[in-house]
């Protein structure tokens, strides 16, 4: 092979590799922002973090929701869990530090929270962006 062809081919392999590069965006990709809902949850997802709720608790995630390159995520989070009848105006939260993790694919997001410290799992939870949330309170 003439070395003007290997000069050729190396710059049509250069130009490709850089075509490539800048078709991926800049920065990182996230959930959507906006309203997730489905059976038994919701998830109000914003720039900066998501507030999300389930039938016997509800909490913060303070980061946003980051998607690696198979489509998941795993951010903390607080839960405050709810039991059942009426709340005491000085009855305090019980708050649980937790991990939420999710993955989004074709349009439909997956999510758990396992609680740190009793490892209490909520999930796997479906929704969709726009869709309906179904949450059932304790009575």
Same mark, same amino acid.
């Given at each position: 092979?003439?070395?003007? +062809?290997?000069? =050729?081919? /190396?710059?049509?392999? &250069?130009?490709?590799?850089?075509?490539?590069?800048?078709?991926? !965006?800049?920065?990182?990709?996230?959930?959507?922002?906006?309203?997730?809902?489905?059976?038994?949850? =919701? #998830?109000?997802?914003?720039?900066?973090?998501?507030? /999300? %709720?389930?039938?016997?608790?509800?909490?913060? +995630?303070?980061? @946003?929701?980051?998607?690696?390159?198979?489509?998941?995520?795993?951010?903390?989070?607080? #839960?405050?869990?709810?039991?059942?009848? @009426?709340?005491?105006?000085?009855?305090?939260?019980?708050?649980? %530090?937790?991990? /939420? %993790?999710? &993955? #989004?694919?074709?349009?439909?997001?997956?999510?758990?929270?396992?609680?740190?410290?009793?490892?209490?799992?909520?999930?796997?939870?479906?929704?969709?962006?726009?869709?309906? !949330?179904? +949450?059932?309170?304790?009575?």
């Amino acid at each position: 092979m003439s070395s003007e +062809i290997r000069l =050729l081919l /190396v710059a049509v392999v &250069s130009v490709g590799l850089l075509a490539a590069a800048r078709a991926e !965006p800049d920065r990182p990709k996230t959930v959507p922002e906006g309203r997730w809902g489905g059976q038994h949850v =919701l #998830l109000d997802v914003g720039k900066e973090g998501a507030r /999300v %709720e389930f039938d016997t608790a509800h909490g913060t +995630i303070g980061e @946003p929701l980051v998607l690696d390159e198979k489509g998941r995520f795993d951010v903390p989070g607080k #839960l405050v869990l709810e039991r059942p009848g @009426p709340v005491r105006i000085d009855e305090e939260e019980r708050v649980e %530090e937790a991990r /939420v %993790e999710g &993955s #989004l694919r074709d349009g439909t997001l997956t999510i758990r929270a396992t609680l740190q410290k009793s490892r209490r799992v909520y999930g796997d939870f479906t929704a969709t962006l726009g869709g309906t !949330p179904r +949450i059932f309170k304790m009575q």
